[in-house]
């Protein structure tokens, strides 16, 4: 198994020190692995002037997998855009076809305290945001900032072909037939064309699922509904900019964003994988990120690209028994637990391993 390491900035040399930790240990159980490092982000714009340099291209390329850290910091926010370390983020999505952003948002019944909902509003909540990644409003063109009339406007293109949303509503209801056969399409169709062709072609894909049961949702009800009664849904599909926000919202419900791991997937399923946060630099360096999002985004990774679900289920397992045990990161920390540093948690996992 070749997998790229891309720790990126802030806390990513951090959290994904603690999953090579985890890889290193199943390697040692006979799960044969090769690792390579790269950067990305503000680190390759540091060493190469570029957030997304050739090298990196590359070895992304010949990776069976990656594993991304996080990108981004506040001393480069005055760079020129295409310079700012989000572009390597996108520039990899597109450069390899990472359609398919697959978000889950489960909530482990440890940490029904930490959510800022009551617990029995989010107990047992088990949902799957499906994420288009690679077209819509983030990359359509054209786009720009320009004088009109005596003043600067600003202007995005929000785009999708028929073919974008076709093979994204594949992906979330094949990934509905393995949950409970339920999914919900989440736009905008009533103010926005873009999104009516996104329903169009939804409800033509759902005639080839006649075992699922599909649901529209427009996109500001679906935010106030997960709010208001999140266990209604268990798989929702939607857009990229419609997703980027709802699949944050949807992280909070659990507790911390530090708790949740992402694949994004090409048609061959080679896959990114990287926890859904941010760099965080106002704590990088300090031993004080959670970095199970990580080490779950590597259980996504043995699941989606290599097909180890056993060995998946271990990490999942492990992470379980250390949050049962009571250890806890400061973004998940309530009285009467055991709390920890990045490392700290890393040897927990490991010793559950």
Sequence with gaps: MKIAILPGDGIGPEITQQAERILMALAHDGLKVELAH???GGSAVDKHNDPFPEATRRLAEEADAILLGAVGGPQYDQLPRE????????AIRKALNFFANLRPAQLYPELANASTLKPEVVANL???IVRELTGDIYF??????????GQRVGFNTMVYTESEIRRIAHVAFQAARKRSSKLCSV????????????????EEVAKEYPDVALSHMLVDNAAMQLIRNPKQFDVI????MFGDILSDEASMLTGSIGMLPSASLNEFNKGLYEPIHGS???????NL??????????????RYTFNQDATALRIENAVKKVLASGYRTADIFEQGMIKVGTAEMGDAVLANL
């Design 187 to 202: 736009d905008k169709m009533n103010v926005l064309e873009c999104t009516q062709l996104w329903r169009n072609v939804v």
């Design 83 to 90: 310079k700012r370390p989000e572009q390597g983020l996108l």
């Design 237 to 240: 599909v939607t857009g990229n």
């Design 289 to 302: 990120a959670n970095p199970l999002a990580t080490l779950l985004s590597v259980s996504m990774m043995l």
């Design 280 to 286: 965080a630099p106002d704590i990088a360096g300090k």
């Design 140 to 149: 359509g063109t054209p786009r720009g900032i320009e004088v009109r009339d």
């Design 38 to 40: 790269g950067l990305i």
């Design 126 to 128: 088990d949902i799957l």
